[in-house]
Structures are given as structure tokens and as C-alpha cells.
């Protein structure tokens, strides 16, 4: 363990006001971490894919519907490049303060206090508020995700209750639901949870192929879809796509969590295959599933297939699994900041450490359940979530820190990275904002009708 972690693992940054940047010496914040259960490339990829493929990638044919086949394509690719290139910024801006305050690692709100205290003086007003801000959007963001997981569990298990048994509102579903909840998220470990995330995974890409069977069967004249929408639904497309394609909570928790971190950021790495791979699924879903089921596909297309065919029937099945094992990877997020960070500090007997948390994780499922009651409609709440959270956490952060990162290093010829950064802090401002005032009208919309 480095000089600058104490006996209890936790990192403990310099005391000096100036920040060192002389980044030149052989320190390598990877060689010094000290992981417990350190989940290997495989295990590693399997979360990637799991985290990155939820129930989003199920509701792209209804964001292609307020977008339009050709702008759904073209959108959804330069949305999931920024997301990508935003997550690479993101990543290496905290090696690089890493190696700078010769520390093994620093989480998300902890770089930003640093990049900001390192950065332009005019942005140095806001460090006593980085740490809680960014912590608060993550486990709000995170916690977001778990209740539009209980509702799409609760949609789907419903269809075939419905089918087979009793016709059953769905909010008594998410009552059954509560239990199973409680189990899967009782599981604290990354490495316990990351067998289950390969299973998930398999279950996905059968129930992905059974799906394009349903939706490739008889399709009608593509010339019936719109190539381009009005403008004003495309705030709706962009918060759906961004919830879609970001997890940027997971994604820094399963980097934290590697045995080899380098090769998450590689060119040929874990991240951009990972992202490739989930890029071709959504625009190959998006795509053909607006033309099969045009303006009247729903926030899960799982809702769109037929629900009296036993195919149709397993698939639903295979989803509510895989969506039931994202909970707990989701939620790891909103666990590891909110009892990790602040709640766990305050309880002194660390022998009463594991109960106490698995009563906080508890109440995280009732709360989970009791906003999934209160907006049960999937559509909506994904753009919100997406528009809201993401905006921030996925463009407007990491563009601001590497500008703070940069500040005293430079920006390179003709202060080219700035002028990028630049540009993402307005397109994920305005994106944002736009997205988050439609978002909110459909939700005002669909309680009022």
C-alpha cells in the first residue's frame, strides 16, 4: 500500500494547496491500488455489457418514433461517440490527478473538488460544493435507474399474469416484487454479483434474438416511417438515448474494481468494444423496431410483442431476469456513495457495519418502490432520468474537468481541447435543460389524462 493510504485503505490526499503537476515521474496509480475481490477482464466486460444493455436498449424503437429512422441512426451514433469520448476524458482526467496527488485512486466528486481547485480561479468558488453535487446526481441517477427497473419487472411479469391467471393492476406487482428486490441487493460484492451478470448477459442476447424474430416477421413498407420527425420531439429522443447508452456511476465502479484497469481504456480495450457492441445493438433495435411497429411502439418493445405466443411469453421472462440482476448492479452505485461515504462514517462499532447496511439497502428498495408507484409510466420517466442526470453526469462534468485539469498543463494548439470541452458544456446544457422542460410536460400530461 502507498504512503498516502492509511491503514484502513482510505485515501488521504496531500495537505499542500498547490497541486503537483509535475506528472513526469515513474509513479502509476494502477500498480498501487489495493482491491479486495478485484473481477478480472472477463468479469469485468460482463458488467460493461450488463450495465450498458438494460432496459434502454428495449426502448429505442419508441426513441426512433420521436426521431425518425435516418435521424434515430445518425443520432444515436454521434450521442453514443460523445458518451464514449466523455467517459475516455472523464477516466484519464482522474489517472491523471491520481498521479498527481501520488494517490492509487479517486472517485468521481473527489477529482472534481481537485480538478477545481487546481483549475481557472473563476471556477474555484464552487470546490466546497463539487464533492456533495456530484455524489448527489450519481446516487440520484442510479436510484433513478432501480425504479424504472421496477416498473419495467412489474410491466412484464403482469403481461403474463394477465395472459394466464388474474388481471392484476401493476402496482400490486411491484408489491411482489419487494422480496426478490431485497435478496439480489443484500449482495455487496462486484465480484459475487459478476457470475450472475454473464448469465444476465446470456438471457439478453436470446431474448435481443427472439425480439428481431418478432419484429422482422412481415414487415411493413418502410416508406410508412418517417426518415426525420419535427424538432420538438427530438428533446424526448435525446433524454432516452443518454439514459440508454450511460451509466456512467457503474462504469467508474467497475474500473475502481479491476484487477488490470489499463485495459478498460485502451484503444482495443473493454470500453470501446464494450460500447461498440452496444452502440450496433441499440441502432439495430432502434431501427427496425420503429419500422415494424412505427409511432405505436412503447417504452419497452417487450410491451409490443404478442402476448399470447410462448415465445413472446419467454422473452418477457428472460428481460424481467436480466433486469432483475441490473437492480442490484445499478444500485450498487447509490449504496457505495450514500452508505459508503457519509452513513457508514457515523456509526462508530464497525462490528455493526454489515447489518446497518443491509437495513439502509433496504430502504433503498422501498423507496425504489414507492416512486415506481408514483410514475409507473416507463416511457417518461427514462427521458427525464436521461435529460436530467446524464446531461451532467455524462457531458457537462467531464468536460469541466478536464478543463480544470488542463488549466496549467495547456490545452493544446490553438487551445483546441479547450474549444471541445467548450462545446459539449453547451450542447449538454442545452440538451439538458430542453429534455428535462419536455420530460416534465409528459409527465404532467400523462397524470392529467
Not at 57 to 81: C, E, K, R
Request: with cysteine.
Amino acid at each position: 500500500m502507498h504512503d498516502n493510504d492509511n491503514k484502513n485503505g482510505t485515501i488521504v490526499y496531500p495537505t499542500s494547496a498547490k497541486a503537483k503537476l509535475d506528472t513526469n515521474d515513474d509513479y502509476d496509480p494502477h500498480m498501487h491500488r489495493n482491491v479486495k475481490n478485484p473481477t478480472n477482464n472477463w468479469q469485468t466486460f460482463a458488467h460493461f455489457l450488463k450495465a450498458s444493455i438494460g432496459t434502454g436498449v428495449l426502448a429505442m424503437p419508441s426513441a426512433f418514433a420521436h426521431a425518425g429512422y435516418i435521424n434515430g441512426v445518425i443520432l444515436t451514433i454521434l450521442i453514443g461517440s460523445l458518451a464514449l469520448y466523455c467517459l475516455h476524458i472523464l477516466i484519464n482526467s482522474m489517472y491523471e490527478l491520481c498521479k498527481r496527488e501520488r494517490v492509487p485512486y479517486v472517485s468521481f466528486s473527489d477529482a472534481m473538488k481537485l480538478g477545481l481547485q487546481q483549475g481557472p480561479p473563476a471556477l474555484r468558488c464552487l470546490v466546497p460544493i463539487a464533492t456533495p453535487f456530484v455524489d448527489g446526481f450519481l446516487a440520484f441517477y442510479h436510484f433513478g435507474i432501480c425504479c424504472v427497473y421496477v416498473v419495467f419487472i412489474a410491466e412484464s411479469i403482469k403481461q403474463l399474469v394477465d395472459e394466464h391467471l388474474v388481471v392484476w393492476d401493476a402496482r400490486i406487482h411491484m408489491c411482489l416484487l419487494i422480496v426478490p428486490l431485497l435478496l439480489i441487493y443484500s449482495i455487496r460484492n462486484l465480484k459475487v454479483l459478476a457470475p450472475f451478470s454473464s448469465g444476465a448477459n446470456l438471457l439478453l442476447f436470446v431474448g435481443f434474438g427472439m425480439v428481431l424474430y418478432y419484429i422482422f416477421d412481415d414487415l411493413p413498407p418502410l416508406s410508412e416511417r418517417e426518415p426525420f420527425v419535427e424538432v420538438s420531439k427530438l428533446p424526448t429522443f435525446f433524454g432516452t438515448v443518454l439514459f440508454a447508452l450511460e451509466a456512467v456511476g457503474v462504469i467508474l465502479a467497475i474500473e475502481e474494481n479491476m484487477a488490470t484497469p489499463r485495459a478498460y481504456v485502451q484503444p482495443c480495450g473493454i470500453m470501446n468494444w464494450g460500447m461498440s457492441i452496444v452502440l450496433f445493438l441499440y441502432v439495430l433495435l432502434g431501427f427496425f423496431g420503429y419500422w415494424k411497429y412505427g409511432p405505436e411502439a412503447l417504452g419497452s418493445v417487450t410491451l409490443n410483442i404478442p402476448q399470447e405466443k410462448i415465445m413472446a411469453q419467454v422473452v418477457k421472462i428472460f428481460f424481467a431476469i436480466t433486469t432483475y440482476i441490473s437492480y442490484a448492479l445499478q444500485g450498487y452505485v447509490t449504496a457505495n456513495i450514500v452508505w459508503g461515504k457519509y452513513l457508514s462514517k457515523r456509526i462508530k462499532d464497525t462490528s455493526k457495519h454489515t447489518l446497518f447496511e443491509l437495513l439502509f439497502r433496504a430502504c433503498i428498495v422501498l423507496l425504489t418502490f414507492a416512486c415506481a408507484v408514483a410514475i409507473p409510466d416507463l416511457s417518461v420517466f427514462l427521458s427525464l432520468v436521461g435529460s436530467f442526470c446524464l446531461s451532467i453526469l455524462g457531458l457537462i462534468f467531464p468536460a469541466l474537468l478536464q478543463i480544470c485539469v488542463q488549466y496549467e498543463t495547456g490545452y493544446g494548439r490553438f487551445n483546441f481541447r479547450l474549444w471541445c470541452n467548450l462545446l459539449l458544456l453547451l450542447f449538454g446544457f442545452f440538451g439538458g435543460i430542453v429534455g428535462t422542460y419536455v420530460s416534465i410536460v409528459d409527465i404532467i400530461n400523462a397524470f392529467s389524462n
